[in-house]
C-alpha cells in the first residue's frame, strides 16, 4: 500500500469510528407503536372523533413522530379553540420582553394603555387578563346566561376590526353577573382575552396579525398557523385555510387555525427557552414566566394549565387543551412536547378527546420515552 493510500485509508478507519460511537452514544428514538395504536382505537371507537393526528417534538432532536388516522391526514388543518391560549400568550410575552421597540410591561395596568374610560378595575393587567384572574365575568357564562353575557358577544363575530370590539368591552358593564377584584379569583375565558388582544395591537402598533407575523410566524417559519375567528362557523370547517375568517377581528383565546408541523414549532419554542431554530423568540424567564403557577387552587399559569405532580414528585407537566378536543402538552422532565388534533367542532363532547389524551395517551408516551433511555 502507497503512502497515500494509507493516508487515505486511515481517515476511513477514523470516519467510520466517529460515526459508530455517534451512533452508539445517540439515544434511541422511542417505540411509539402503542402510541398509535390508541390513537387509531380511539378514533375508531368515537363517533364523534373520526380523525385524529398527533406530532410529538423532542428539545434537542426536535420531531421524533407524526401519524394520523381516519379522515384526518399529517397535513390537516384544524380549528383549534383553547389551544390557540398559548400562542396568544406567546406573543404577548414578545412584546413584552421588545424594549427597543414597544413600552409595554404585561404586569402593568392595562388602563395605561387602553385610551377609553372603562368600566372595569382600573387595576387589571395583562398578566391578569391571560391568567383568567382579572375579575370580568368568564366564558362560562355564555352557556349559563347567554343573555347577561350578550352585550360582550362581538368577540365572537366575525366583523371587525378588533379594536371596536375590545372598546365595547372595555366600557361596557355585565351588571347581572358577578365580577371580583382583579388577581382574587379564576374565571376562566371570555372578554378578558380579547381584551389583551386589544392591548398588543395599541402598544405594538399594528394588528394582531401583523404582529404575529413579525414576533412569532416569521422567526418561527410558521406556514400555516394564523388566527381567525371561526366560533360561530367551526361545525362549516373543511379544513382549507382559505375558510378562515375574522381576520379582522380575531378570536384570541380560541380562534387559531393550525397544522402539526406549525404547532410543533411553538411548542419547541417553549421547550429551548424561547429560541426557535437560530432565532431567539422569548428569553428562557419569559418561557418559564408563561408556566408560573398564578391559580394553585386550580393550576394555571398564562395559557399553560399546570398538572398536578405524581405524590412526592415535582411539577413537570402543562397542557393547552381546547373545546374541540385537541390538547397540547409539554414535560419539562423528559424534555418533549406533544399537540393532538381533534375537530369535534359541535363541542359537545370535546372534553371526551382531550381527557383522554391527557388520562391514556400521554401515560403511554412516558412510557415509550423511559424505555428508550
Given at each position: 500500500?502507497?503512502?497515500?493510500?494509507?493516508?487515505?485509508f486511515?481517515?476511513?478507519?477514523i470516519?467510520?469510528?466517529?460515526?459508530?460511537?455517534?451512533?452508539?452514544?445517540?439515544?434511541?428514538?422511542?417505540?411509539?407503536?402503542?402510541a398509535d395504536?390508541?390513537?387509531?382505537?380511539?378514533?375508531?371507537?368515537?363517533?364523534?372523533?373520526?380523525?385524529?393526528?398527533?406530532?410529538?417534538?423532542?428539545?434537542?432532536?426536535?420531531?421524533?413522530?407524526?401519524?394520523?388516522?381516519?379522515?384526518?391526514?399529517?397535513?390537516?388543518?384544524?380549528?383549534?379553540?383553547?389551544?390557540?391560549?398559548?400562542?396568544?400568550?406567546?406573543?404577548?410575552?414578545?412584546?413584552?420582553?421588545?424594549?427597543?421597540?414597544?413600552?409595554?410591561?404585561?404586569?402593568?395596568?392595562?388602563?395605561?394603555?387602553?385610551?377609553?374610560?372603562?368600566?372595569?378595575?382600573?387595576?387589571?393587567?395583562?398578566?391578569?387578563?391571560?391568567?383568567?384572574?382579572?375579575?370580568?365575568?368568564?366564558?362560562l357564562?355564555?352557556?349559563?346566561?347567554?343573555?347577561?353575557?350578550?352585550?360582550?358577544?362581538?368577540?365572537?363575530?366575525?366583523?371587525?376590526?378588533?379594536?371596536?370590539?375590545?372598546?365595547?368591552?372595555?366600557?361596557?358593564?355585565?351588571?347581572?353577573?358577578?365580577?371580583?377584584?382583579?388577581?382574587?379569583?379564576?374565571?376562566?375565558?371570555?372578554?378578558?382575552w380579547?381584551?389583551?388582544?386589544?392591548v398588543?395591537?395599541?402598544?405594538?402598533?399594528?394588528?394582531?396579525?401583523?404582529?404575529?407575523?413579525?414576533?412569532?410566524?416569521?422567526?418561527?417559519?410558521?406556514?400555516?398557523?394564523?388566527?381567525?375567528?371561526?366560533?360561530?362557523?367551526?361545525?362549516?370547517?373543511?379544513?382549507?385555510?382559505?375558510?378562515?375568517?375574522?381576520?379582522?377581528?380575531?378570536?384570541?383565546?380560541?380562534?387559531?387555525?393550525?397544522?402539526?408541523?406549525?404547532?410543533?414549532?411553538?411548542?419547541?419554542?417553549?421547550?429551548?427557552?424561547?429560541a426557535?431554530?437560530?432565532?431567539?423568540?422569548?428569553?428562557?424567564?419569559?418561557?418559564?414566566?408563561?408556566?408560573?403557577?398564578?391559580?394553585?387552587e386550580?393550576?394555571?399559569?398564562?395559557?399553560?394549565?399546570?398538572?398536578?405532580?405524581?405524590?412526592?414528585?415535582?411539577?413537570?407537566?402543562?397542557?393547552?387543551?381546547?373545546?374541540?378536543?385537541?390538547?397540547?402538552?409539554?414535560?419539562?422532565?423528559?424534555?418533549?412536547?406533544?399537540?393532538?388534533?381533534?375537530?369535534?367542532?359541535?363541542?359537545?363532547?370535546?372534553?371526551?378527546?382531550?381527557?383522554?389524551?391527557?388520562?391514556?395517551?400521554?401515560?403511554i408516551?412516558?412510557?415509550?420515552?423511559?424505555?428508550?433511555?
Amino acid at each position: 500500500m502507497t503512502r497515500f493510500a494509507s493516508f487515505v485509508f486511515s481517515l476511513f478507519l477514523i470516519a467510520c469510528s466517529d460515526s459508530n460511537e455517534d451512533a452508539a452514544t445517540s439515544p434511541a428514538l422511542p417505540d411509539l407503536t402503542m402510541a398509535d395504536a390508541w390513537l387509531e382505537s380511539f378514533v375508531a371507537a368515537e363517533a364523534l372523533f373520526p380523525g385524529g393526528s398527533m406530532i410529538i417534538v423532542d428539545k434537542n432532536r426536535g420531531v421524533i413522530h407524526k401519524s394520523a388516522f381516519g379522515n384526518q391526514t399529517e397535513d390537516s388543518v384544524v380549528l383549534l379553540a383553547s389551544t390557540s391560549k398559548v400562542p396568544t400568550v406567546t406573543l404577548l410575552m414578545a412584546l413584552h420582553e421588545d424594549d427597543s421597540n414597544v413600552s409595554f410591561d404585561i404586569s402593568a395596568p392595562i388602563a395605561d394603555y387602553l385610551p377609553w374610560l372603562g368600566v372595569w378595575d382600573p387595576a387589571i393587567t395583562t398578566e391578569d387578563l391571560v391568567s383568567n384572574r382579572s375579575g370580568i365575568p368568564g366564558l362560562l357564562n355564555i352557556f349559563s346566561r347567554p343573555d347577561d353575557y350578550s352585550p360582550h358577544i362581538c368577540q365572537f363575530l366575525t366583523a371587525g376590526p378588533l379594536l371596536a370590539c375590545v372598546e365595547t368591552l372595555f366600557t361596557t358593564p355585565l351588571p347581572n353577573l358577578p365580577s371580583t377584584q382583579p388577581n382574587t379569583a379564576f374565571d376562566y375565558g371570555g372578554s378578558q382575552w380579547q381584551l389583551a388582544g386589544g392591548v398588543a395591537e395599541l402598544v405594538g402598533g399594528a394588528t394582531w396579525q401583523q404582529l404575529w407575523d413579525q414576533y412569532i410566524a416569521e422567526p418561527c417559519d410558521l406556514q400555516i398557523a394564523r388566527f381567525g375567528n371561526n366560533l360561530s362557523l367551526a361545525g362549516s370547517w373543511e379544513g382549507s385555510p382559505t375558510g378562515l375568517v375574522g381576520l379582522e377581528n380575531p378570536n384570541m383565546e380560541g380562534g387559531m387555525m393550525s397544522n402539526l408541523d406549525d404547532y410543533a414549532k411553538l411548542l419547541s419554542l417553549h421547550l429551548n427557552d424561547g429560541a426557535c431554530g437560530g432565532n431567539q423568540v422569548l428569553s428562557p424567564e419569559g418561557v418559564a414566566f408563561m408556566r408560573k403557577d398564578r391559580s394553585p387552587e386550580i393550576g394555571y399559569g398564562m395559557g399553560w394549565w399546570v398538572k398536578a405532580p405524581k405524590q412526592g414528585g415535582n411539577i413537570y407537566l402543562y397542557d393547552d387543551p381546547g373545546y374541540y378536543g385537541s390538547i397540547s402538552w409539554l414535560d419539562i422532565e423528559r424534555g418533549y412536547g406533544g399537540v393532538v388534533f381533534f375537530e369535534e367542532y359541535s363541542g359537545a363532547s370535546g372534553n371526551v378527546g382531550s381527557s383522554a389524551v391527557s388520562s391514556q395517551l400521554i401515560p403511554i408516551i412516558e412510557e415509550a420515552l423511559d424505555a428508550a433511555r
